[in-house]
């Protein structure tokens, strides 16, 4: 049930009022002055206001300016009403921010559909408001659980990285203490410039995906079939792997480096985890509707269906290898820039098919260009 407002001096007409709403299934409070209408609105948050214009205490004009001023009422949409049918009145109403104005005595299918357009106008404005809100929540959300992700990785990782230099270093002065040469810390010295140089790597991609923000996007046209045909001509593989673009991919208003990076990552992936002795990797685009779904397939190892989500959070995808292990969030980063999403089936020792949706609406020239 809908809550109106009405704050009139005249007795008759504000019953009147009343009466109408009442009877339509609204819930109506009752004010005689513009102070006592402020302190109904503070109190009962009404979904709309009805007022008159002269009123002691309060006129209709000094309570919507106060109205304007309060976090709780700023939002409420008022209809005045008046006597006057002047146009000085109107002009003052409406500068003031007024959603409608009606003269008395007031017709009764001219009050209700303004009340009931008035009323669907504020639940409009509500629901983006909570949609906003809740877009909103959702990025900083998302912003929190990646500064602890980053904070995790720097403790875990590099913290790690240095205590095993740390102990390489030990180790070698103790041969060197035993055999007062330093031939026997040959693998010592190895596993230190091992650990050096993913150290180096790490913090190269974290600075690669620190530096995706929407700010750095510059959208271009980019025919993503060239694009990949580029990236497969340019990528070192073995010979009995092959790599091949399925159907003709489509032309996107992308940032070229970023989306570039998503493919390189992806097929990289796929090439590393290829065991079998013929290997395949297979690029190809779905058009639905709303998106388009690319998908980057390989007959590789696979992977269990427990990682399918630890795989794109970047400390769970941290392994002991050289690889820093950072690509796949990095791509989920840049995806949910463009609104997207990626995400992985696999059936383990027969292949692994990464997908990712880019929405027309968000990669479409004709949009960008409305925006």
Same mark, same amino acid.
């Given at each position: 049930?809908?809550?109106?407002?009405?704050?009139?001096?005249?007795?008759?007409?504000?019953?009147?009022?009343?009466?109408?709403?009442?009877?339509?299934?609204?819930?109506?409070?009752?004010?005689?002055?513009?102070?006592?209408?402020?302190?109904?609105?503070?109190?009962?948050?009404?979904?709309?206001?009805?007022?008159?214009?002269?009123?002691?205490?309060?006129?209709?004009?000094?309570?919507?300016?106060?109205?304007?001023?309060?976090?709780?009422?700023?939002?409420?949409?008022?209809?005045?009403?008046?006597?006057?049918?002047?146009?000085?009145?109107?002009?003052?109403?409406?500068?003031?921010?007024?959603?409608?104005?009606?003269?008395?005595?007031?017709?009764?299918?001219?009050?209700?559909?303004?009340?009931?357009?008035?009323?669907?106008?504020?639940?409009?404005?509500?629901?983006?408001?909570?949609?906003?809100?809740?877009?909103?929540?959702?990025?900083?959300?998302?912003?929190?659980?990646? @500064?602890?992700? *980053?904070?995790?990785?720097? /403790?875990?990782?590099? +913290?790690?990285? !240095?205590? &095993?230099?740390?102990?390489?270093? =030990?180790?070698?002065?103790?041969?060197?203490?035993?055999?007062?040469?330093?031939?026997?810390?040959?693998?010592?010295?190895?596993?230190?410039?091992?650990?050096?140089?993913?150290?180096?790597?790490?913090?190269?991609? @974290?600075?690669? *995906?620190?530096?995706?923000? /929407?700010?750095?996007? +510059?959208?271009? !046209?980019? &025919?993503?079939?060239?694009?990949? =045909?580029?990236?497969?001509?340019?990528?070192?593989?073995?010979?009995?792997?092959?790599?091949?673009?399925?159907?003709?991919?489509?032309?996107?208003?992308?940032?070229?480096?970023?989306?570039?990076?998503?493919?390189?990552?992806?097929?990289?992936?796929?090439?590393?985890?290829?065991?079998? +002795?013929?290997? !395949?990797?297979?690029?190809?685009?779905?058009? =639905?509707?709303?998106?388009?779904?690319?998908?980057?397939?390989?007959?590789?190892?696979?992977?269990?269906?427990?990682?399918?989500?630890?795989?794109?959070?970047?400390?769970?995808?941290?392994?002991?290898?050289?690889?820093?292990?950072?690509?796949?969030?990095?791509?989920?980063?840049?995806?949910?820039?463009?609104?997207?999403?990626?995400?992985?089936?696999?059936?383990?020792?027969?292949?692994?098919?990464?997908?990712?949706?880019?929405?027309?609406?968000?990669?479409?020239?004709?949009?960008?260009?409305?925006?």
């Amino acid at each position: 049930m809908y809550k109106v407002l009405i704050v009139e001096d005249t007795l008759a007409i504000r019953e009147e009022i009343y009466d109408i709403l009442f009877l339509e299934g609204y819930e109506v409070f009752q004010a005689e002055n513009g102070l006592i209408g402020f302190k109904l609105a503070l109190k009962e948050q009404p979904d709309l206001i009805v007022s008159d214009i002269l009123m002691p205490e309060l006129n209709g004009f000094e309570m919507f300016e106060k109205l304007q001023t309060n976090n709780k009422t700023v939002s409420i949409p008022l209809i005045f009403l008046s006597a006057k049918a002047e146009k000085e009145d109107i002009r003052i109403g409406m500068n003031l921010g007024a959603e409608d104005y009606l003269t008395k005595p007031t017709n009764v299918d001219d009050l209700l559909n303004a009340v009931k357009n008035k009323i669907k106008k504020k639940l409009i404005i509500d629901q983006n408001i909570i949609a906003k809100t809740g877009a909103l929540s959702e990025i900083l959300q998302n912003q929190r659980i990646e @500064l602890d992700n *980053y904070s995790h990785l720097i /403790s875990h990782e590099l +913290k790690s990285s !240095l205590r &095993n230099i740390s102990d390489l270093l =030990t180790w070698s002065q103790e041969d060197w203490d035993e055999t007062n040469n330093f031939q026997d810390s040959t693998i010592n010295f190895q596993l230190m410039e091992d650990r050096i140089e993913k150290m180096d790597l790490l913090l190269a991609k @974290l600075e690669q *995906y620190n530096n995706i923000m /929407s700010a750095t996007f +510059k959208n271009k !046209l980019v &025919n993503s079939n060239t694009m990949v =045909t580029q990236i497969i001509n340019e990528t070192h593989k073995p010979s009995a792997v092959t790599i091949k673009i399925k159907n003709e991919l489509p032309t996107l208003f992308v940032d070229g480096n970023m989306v570039e990076k998503v493919f390189k990552i992806l097929i990289g992936n796929a090439l590393n985890h290829i065991d079998k +002795k013929t290997g !395949l990797i297979e690029i190809a685009c779905e058009i =639905t509707q709303k998106d388009y779904i690319f998908s980057i397939a390989d007959n590789g190892i696979g992977i269990h269906e427990k990682y399918h989500k630890k795989i794109f959070n970047m400390f769970e995808a941290i392994e002991s290898t050289k690889s820093a292990g950072i690509g796949l969030s990095m791509v989920k980063k840049i995806i949910f820039h463009y609104n997207g999403k990626v995400y992985v089936k696999s059936i383990p020792n027969v292949e692994t098919i990464f997908y990712f949706n880019l929405p027309i609406s968000a990669v479409s020239l004709k949009k960008n260009r409305t925006n």
